[in-house]
């Protein structure tokens, strides 16, 4: 069966970056683009970026241009999501989901918490 | 950017009762639009695609309608396990997502 599974909660404090991780299983990691979106507490959903993990190209929301990488590694089916100069408004639920036809989210990671905190 | 809204903010149902969402975008998206429900503590789950698709698995009960600006989410008779937050989502153009609708128990 199609899973992701993500890495655990991170604390982090302002200024630090996280690195945060979802491995795919029970599918061709390589059909279907993978997408972040980021929930702050109490808030909705907002998407973060994408990777194409055939050839690993990348796209990102402008208000995270910059700021957020995507990567992934074909050997071990992981996409990976690092944002860097944490602040406290970077607190949120970070998802990774399984894209169809471009940007159908059909399944879903559990969420990784970071929590950035002085 | 394609805005998308969401109404009402809150909808105070009883079970067996019909609840109908509405998410207009803020220019024509075709019929590019996705649901999703979420449940406290849990990740969002696709419930509609492409305006009024059934994802796999999804019940009869709910249903999707709408294209161009305005879409419509219809559940036509809440079970217990539908009290929940319910979120649009457009692909026309980048993705962006409704601030969504939470089901209350009335």
């Known amino acids: 069966q199609v899973q992701l599974v993500q890495s655990g909660a991170e604390v982090k404090k302002p200024g630090a970056s996280v690195k945060v991780s979802c491995k795919a299983s029970?599918?061709?990691?390589?059909?279907?683009?993978v997408h972040w979106v980021r929930q702050a507490p109490g808030q909705g959903l907002e998407w973060v970026g994408l990777?194409?993990?055939?050839?690993?190209?990348?796209s990102y929301a402008p208000k995270f241009r910059g700021r957020v990488t995507v990567t992934r590694d074909t050997s071990t089916n992981t996409v990976y999501m690092e944002i860097s100069t944490l602040t406290s408004a970077d607190t949120a639920v970070f998802y990774c989901?399984?894209?169809?036809?471009?940007?159908?989210?059909?399944?879903w990671g559990q969420g990784t918490l970071v929590t950035v905190s002085s | 950017e394609i805005v998308l809204t969401q109404s009402p903010g809150i909808l105070s149902l009883s079970p067996g009762e019909r609840a109908t969402l509405s998410c207009r975008a803020s220019?024509?998206?075709?019929?590019?639009l996705a649901w999703y429900q979420q449940r406290p503590g849990q990740a969002p789950r696709l419930l509609i695609y492409?305006?009024?698709n059934r994802a796999t698995g999804i019940p009869a009960r709910f249903s999707g309608s709408g294209s161009g600006t305005d879409f419509t989410l219809t559940i036509s008779s809440l079970e217990p396990e539908d009290f929940a937050v319910y979120y649009c989502q457009q692909r026309s153009s980048l993705f962006t997502f409704g601030p969504g609708t939470r089901v209350d128990f009335k």
């Open positions: 492409d305006a009024s």
């Open positions: 990777i194409d993990p055939t050839g690993g190209s990348a």
């Open positions: 029970g599918y061709t990691f390589t059909n279907y683009f």
């Open positions: 220019q024509n998206i075709g019929n590019f």
């Open positions: 989901a399984r894209a169809h036809y471009g940007a159908i989210y059909d399944y």
